[in-house]
């Protein structure tokens, strides 16, 4: 069993800069595709930006050229760092992560992001 445990999130004003951290329990991300996800009130959950086991990333239109997402396997720990925030930023972002070749599929428990006009 894996535990995926978010931070980072808080309150911002637009504009502003917010860098996510996903802590895995164990040597997770050499063998799995790590993804965060964002969902706000009344909305479905949907993908902001994933990265594959071989580092190839993929993001959302609507944060392309604002987010990052990144890892250090060495720490064990997964990143979305997020510029030039804005109010429909707002969400609560999702750490999630595949396995890959399994059907092993892990959330975090999430972390509240809020960006004021």
């Known amino acids: 069993q894996v535990q995926l445990v978010e931070s980072g999130g808080g309150l911002v004003q637009a504009g502003g800069s917010l860098r996510l951290s996903c802590a895995a329990s164990g040597s997770i991300f050499r063998i799995a595709v790590v993804g965060w996800y964002r969902q706000a009130p009344g909305n479905q959950r949907e993908l902001v930006a994933d990265m594959t086991t071989g580092g190839s990333t993929n993001y959302a239109d609507s944060v392309k050229g604002r987010f990052t997402i990144s890892r250090d396997t060495a720490k064990n720990t997964a990143y979305l760092q997020m510029n030039s925030l804005k109010p429909e930023d707002t969400a609560v972002y999702y750490c999630?992560?595949?396995?890959?070749?399994?059907?092993?599929?892990?959330w975090g428990q999430g972390t509240p992001v809020t960006v004021s006009s």
């Open positions: 999630n992560v595949k396995v890959a070749l399994t059907a092993r599929n892990y």
